[in-house]
């Protein structure tokens, strides 16, 4: 700590402080209790409490200080945004750092990705720890642009930056004892180790937590989540975009337990996260459910904090950094003021941070190989084809079982019972990988919808309801290289350029909004009623998660991850 002597001459009361906060109702997360008094600041830190003499004085009149809040699982590609332009996002929330997974740049750029994201983080108004992505690609079923091995995670592991090891999402991989998955565990010895384990149960998660896993962000149930955090797993409430567990797990919580618990998005994009909130969107859903609203905010806090070990971070308290929130009411809890290290940063809503200098981006990562033909589906003897069946507000999917629309020999979509067809190209290599599915849940009547974003190998995805559309939002992803896309009858009706890996917009936040509202409304007028349809689309080639998937190799049983056949025997 730098002028340690001259800090705790202030400290002593014997200097005046930078600057002192007065009258201040601070919520102190170590005590369990809001108490009234001042906070004096010196170089960025909280030196004491008390009465001070301070150059300057800043009269909160009664309101409350709390610690800036903390996401404990979020990968920022998926709002879509540059670091900068997400922190423009999510500071006037009082978001004061992240956990970040960033295996999405991962896995279309390697390690080149993840020293982007290392670079583009420095020196904002929010804090960005980086854990090192564990499934490059996430599962053998899928063609990533990239392949990382414990060996690569060795590389970066001591980073003062990097928190751990993120997800471990091939979780057979792990509680079968696999030399791979192991190997990356005893690569973060020492820091952090993430899960990701839906729906496993049993003695399967004992041998997952055993292995050394210490969190997950992936239950969707209070009895799941609950068998989790007896074996000691951390539970990271999930509430995004499209992941909306918070309510169905808030009976989980306790005055006894809640100190292992913490908040995190995972995904949540631009709008939602400017218009709805970010982390402070989950606490007042917490108190709403409940919770109490000191317990909502160490959920929010000192939480996070101390299960990844972000030293200085998530309290009010001498030592610590003076990462504050200003707010006037518990249980409607909206955030005032927002500073960062003793610096106001944003209030009222409006981002108050500077602008960091701009860093070259990543290279361009569209390689396609296919043909029209690759889109067609052969009529076969069987009467009846498996079917992906979207799960409102989840990223979970059912698998159908349906009678097939059979036109001239070919099975094709169905609008009449909301059945596109789905269409997955590798971009990375030109492999020359298609895989061609069918899904149910989008509500399309025409058009096609597409995009590069497509978790967790992002190759492209489209939904439609004919070929030629589906031929033409790729060809118009391509001209992009890279982004999201609507098409109706041949013509483009809103697109959403994503050059930096074929993840992120350039385009600063105000901007990006606009046109990711466009997309949406598109989409919406094409017939479609989810909420937020792209970012629903880019889940279906996640092949982890159950049960049924669809990547550039074919259709993924993903409860027994394995290749399945469009056709049922």
């Known amino acids: 700590m730098r002028n340690i002597q001259q800090k705790l001459s202030v400290a002593r009361g014997e200097q005046r402080a930078e600057l002192l906060f007065k009258n201040a109702r601070v ?4 005590s369990g209790e809001i108490h009234k008094t001042n906070v004096a600041v010196e170089d960025g830190r909280v030196i004491g409490f008390g009465d001070y003499r301070a150059k300057k004085t800043i009269d909160l009149k009664g309101a409350y200080l709390a610690p800036s809040l903390i996401d404990g699982h979020f990968h920022v590609e998926s709002s879509m945004l540059t670091a900068p332009e997400f922190a423009r996002a999510v500071v006037p929330h009082g978001t004061g750092a992240v956990v970040i997974d960033p295996h999405e740049y991962a896995n279309v750029l390697g390690l080149d990705g993840i020293r982007y994201v290392l670079e583009s983080t420095k020196n904002l108004a929010v804090d960005f720890f980086i854990m090192l992505p564990s499934c490059v690609p996430a599962t053998h079923l899928e063609t990533a642009g990239a392949k990382l091995t414990a060996d690569d995670l060795k590389l970066m592991i001591h980073d003062v930056r990097i928190a751990g090891v993120a997800e471990l999402m091939n979780f057979p991989g792990v509680f079968l004892g696999a030399k791979s998955e192991l190997a990356k565990i005893a690569a973060g010895k020492g820091k952090a180790i993430d899960g990701h384990a839906p729906g496993l149960r049993g003695k399967n998660l004992n041998a997952y937590a055993l292995a050394g896993v210490r969190s997950d962000h992936e239950s969707v149930v209070v009895d799941e989540a609950r068998e989790k955090l007896r074996l000691g ?19 989980l919580i306790n005055a006894h337990n809640s100190q292992n618990c913490s908040f995190a998005t995972d995904d949540k994009l631009a709008g939602d996260l400017v218009n709805e909130g970010h982390i402070d969107h989950a606490v007042r859903l917490a108190i709403q459910g409940g919770v109490p609203p000191i317990a909502a905010l160490q959920i929010a806090t000192i939480n996070t904090a101390r299960h990844y070990r972000l030293h200085n971070l998530g309290a009010i308290a001498p030592r610590y950094w003076a990462d504050f929130i200003v707010f006037d009411d518990l249980k409607n809890f909206r955030v005032r003021q927002t500073w960062k290290k003793g610096v106001l940063v944003a209030e009222n809503g409006k981002f108050l941070g500077k602008s960091p200098a701009k860093i070259t981006l990543p290279r361009s990562t569209m390689n396609l190989r296919y043909s029209p033909k690759d889109f067609f589906v052969k009529a076969s003897g069987s009467k009846k ?12 999917t059912k698998e159908l079982i349906v009678s097939p629309k059979i036109v001239n020999g070919e099975v094709v979509a169905d609008t009449s019972r909301d059945i596109l067809k789905m269409v997955v190209i590798e971009r990375h290599r030109a492999t020359g990988n298609v895989g061609v599915g069918f899904v149910r849940g989008f509500k399309l009547k025409h058009g096609a919808i597409g995009s590069t974003v497509a978790h967790d ?12 559309d589906i ?13 999201q896309v609507a098409v109706v009858d041949g013509k483009v009706k809103a697109e959403l350029p994503l050059p ?19 997309l949406n409304a598109a989409a919406h007028a094409m017939g479609c009623d989810l909420a937020a349809p792209f970012m629903a689309l880019s889940f279906l080639a996640l092949s982890p998660i159950p049960s049924l998937k669809l990547t550039d190799q074919g259709l993924i049983d993903a409860t027994k991850l394995k290749k399945t056949s469009l056709f049922v025997c």
């Open 27 to 30: 919520v102190n997360v170590f």
């Open 233 to 251: 797993m951390h539970i990271l409430l999930r509430e995004g975009s499209t992941e909306r567990n918070l309510k169905h797990l808030l009976p």
């Open 385 to 396: 084809i498996r079917v992906i069946e979207l799960i409102p507000d989840q990223i979970v």
């Open 457 to 468: 190998a992002h190759n492209v995805i489209v939904a439609g309801t004919n070929d030629a």
């Open 471 to 483: 031929l033409r939002v790729i060809q118009e992803l391509e001209k992009l290289q890279g982004g």
């Open 500 to 518: 930096i890996a074929g993840l992120v917009t350039d385009q600063p936040l105000a901007k990006a909004m606009r046109l990711i509202d466009d």
